[in-house]
């Protein structure tokens, strides 16, 4: 390739540089214009796109700008919007796109590019410099397709990056900051399953990022060192003491009312909150006189089955079959109240599925079917409430010493 008139002209002589100039001096650069109505099917009632033409050796290529208006809205000699209700807003923002695409440009014939190939990369590359990566996240937590749990945790993360402020360009996704982050977490005091989290967030960001092409290398895959998972040995449960006061209680309050009996439907069910709230009869099974319940879960899509026991049924029927819907934060709210009446001070809904876990272990179900039940994909995951039983023996022994 000539490196004066960039071409892979093997005529080229580059030592008689003025022959390689004037063929330069042909050779136009990337131009830029503002279009309307380019497909023709626009109307005075019907609105189509305003478009950037990039122009380069009689090649084009067009970029919306998002904004729509319809015929007779449009300036084609001022490229200005006009007789539109929203006039002056749509054409400050076609003034900043259309300054970004002039430096787009700009880069382009900087760099004497001879076709438009590459006019994705600049444009990604400018988006980059423009947005921060916090933004970036912000974007992906929208568009990620997940359950509306998971985009909360998303936005805490989101919250401390952007508190915490060392990763700020996407230049910043790097071992070093990493690290950095990875120490500033311990130094706060955080559980080691919590900082586990915040890395595996950062590491799903970084790797849209360099799918994106705004990172060329995710630096979790050359990390100096390796970040516990950090899980509970314990998970909280109630006792079938605090089980029977809880199925005992006389409730007057409606809602108080609701969420004890979706709480007791958990024990009995082994569900969590989301496959509670999506829990529809129609797919339970009648299978030898009893009935099953087969779904998948919300947060895993596993797949997990139960037999609906007596108890659970009596629950339905209560509620014509169709369970009550509480949002998670009104849920846990109304069962501290629940558990403030039988002396469970921090009484929440997964303790509902940990206590079902506990109880089936406890009547001798064994742990790869308690498993199956909770659609757990491991059995490292149902293990931990083995640990919980193990627990409770050893506190009922400590009881007994120096009274046998």
């Given at each position: ?171 910043d996704c790097n071992v ?34 360099v799918i994106d092409g ?86 895993t899509d596993t797949d ?101």
């Amino acid at each position: 390739m000539c490196y004066i008139c960039v071409t892979r002209d093997t005529s080229c002589d580059t030592k008689n540089r003025n022959l390689c100039y004037q063929k330069r001096k042909k050779m136009k650069d990337v131009n830029l214009s503002i279009i309307h109505n380019r497909t023709k099917r626009g109307t005075p009632k019907k609105a189509v796109s305003v478009e950037f033409r990039f122009t380069l050796n009689r090649e084009r290529k067009y970029v919306s700008t998002g904004i729509k208006v319809c015929v007779g809205q449009f300036s084609d000699k001022r490229c200005v919007i006009i007789r539109h209700p929203e006039a002056d807003e749509l054409n400050k923002k076609l003034d900043i796109q259309y300054r970004r695409m002039l430096d787009v440009v700009h880069k382009m014939n900087e760099e004497k590019v001879t076709d438009l190939s590459r006019l994705s990369d600049f444009l990604r590359a400018d988006e980059g410099e423009r947005m921060s990566f916090a933004e970036y996240c912000e974007k992906r937590k929208e568009e990620r397709n997940v359950c509306e749990n998971t985009r909360k945790r998303y936005a805490v993360f989101i919250r401390f990056l952007k508190s915490w402020g060392k990763i700020h360009t996407f230049a910043d996704c790097n071992v070093a900051k990493v690290r950095a982050m990875d120490e500033y977490l311990h130094k706060m005091g955080l559980s080691q399953g919590t900082v586990y989290n915040y890395h595996k967030y950062l590491k799903l960001f970084i790797h849209d990022a360099v799918i994106d092409g705004y990172i060329t290398e995710n630096p979790y895959t050359r990390l100096p060192f390796t970040i516990a998972r950090g899980e509970k040995q314990y998970v909280d449960c109630i006792n079938e003491e605090q089980f029977d006061a809880i199925k005992g209680l006389r409730i007057k309050t409606v809602h108080i009312r609701k969420a004890r009996d979706l709480f007791l439907f958990q024990c009995y069910t082994g569900l969590a909150y989301s496959d509670l709230m999506s829990f529809d009869y129609d797919n339970c099974e009648e299978i030898g006189g009893k009935l099953f319940y087969h779904a998948k879960r919300t947060k895993t899509d596993t797949d997990f089955v139960f037999q609906l026991l007596p108890p659970a049924v009596v629950l339905l029927e209560k509620y014509d079959y169709q369970l009550p819907k509480l949002s998670n934060q009104k849920y846990n709210d109304y069962l501290k109240v629940v558990g403030g009446l039988v002396g469970v001070p921090n009484l929440h809904s997964h303790m509902g599925r940990a206590t079902a876990a506990t109880l089936f272990l406890s009547k001798g179900m064994p742990i790869n079917i308690v498993a199956r039940v909770l659609g757990h994909t491991t059995l490292k995951q149902t293990t931990r409430y083995a640990r919980t039983l193990n627990k409770d023996v050893m506190g009922a022994f400590d009881k007994l010493e120096g009274k046998m």
